[in-house]
T-cell receptor, first 112, second 116 residues
């Protein structure tokens, strides 16, 4: 059974600080997704990482993938309050954007 | 503005009642997914369709849940009879199903279900 684990589960950080969210998964996969969910809202796609060594950046968020270590990271640079949300990684071992298995989520709270 | 739509957005019902949730995928998307989100279990894939055909419903309790796509613009998820443990947010998502490398899933706003 595929397991996807994120840590930390909850992260409170001050504005302007940097931090990294980790996503570990238990089976081979060349495709990994990051989503954002605001409280009471839907999920919004942030990144699709397709291969070992892939790195993508959007604003203050940068995601990377190490398929050999079965690890993805989401790095937050100089956090701002608007980044407060829950972040999910998801793995798709089929490579067809179909059977996604989601991680537990990391709830990020950025304080002033 | 292409979005997945879901109705109803909120539903409160009593145990034993039938619940029907509806989803309209993004026009042109041929893959539709149903997820359930709870605090305890997180996000779980219940079922998904491609070109209206069910491909996998292994995540769905078979005795009370059913999912269908009567046509390309409508997907339904039914619970009969509903139980308090079915209380959750049910998300529908759709995808283009082209197999493009960067293909992702687009989520609807969800149906928040409370079974009393």
């Amino acid at each position: 059974e595929l397991k996807v684990e994120q840590n930390p589960l909850f992260l409170s950080m001050q504005e302007g600080k940097n931090y990294t969210i980790y996503c570990n998964y238990s089976t081979t996969s060349d495709r990994l997704y990051w989503y954002r969910q605001d409280p009471g809202k839907s999920l919004e796609s942030l990144f699709v990482l397709l291969s070992n060594g892939a790195v993508k950046q959007e604003g203050r968020l940068m995601a990377s993938l190490d398929t050999k270590a079965r690890l993805s990271t989401l790095h937050i640079t100089a956090a701002v309050h608007d980044l407060s949300a829950t972040y999910f990684c998801a793995v798709d071992p089929t490579g067809t954007a179909s059977k996604l298995t989601f991680g537990t989520g990391t709830r990020l709270q950025v304080t002033l | 503005d292409a979005r997945v739509t879901q109705t109803p957005r909120h539903k409160v019902t009593e145990m034993g009642q039938e619940v029907t949730m509806r989803c309209q995928p993004i026009l042109g998307h041929n893959t539709v997914f149903w997820y359930r989100q709870t605090m305890m279990q997180g996000l779980e894939l219940l079922a998904y369709f491609r070109n209206r055909a069910p491909l996998d419903d292994s995540g769905m309790p078979k005795d009370r849940f059913s999912a269908e796509m009567p046509d390309a613009t409508l997907a339904t998820l039914k619970i009969q009879p509903s139980e308090p443990r079915d209380s959750a947010v049910y998300f529908c998502a759709s995808g283009p199903g082209t197999g493009a490398p960067e293909e992702t899933q687009y989520f609807g706003p969800g149906t928040r279900l409370l079974v009393l």
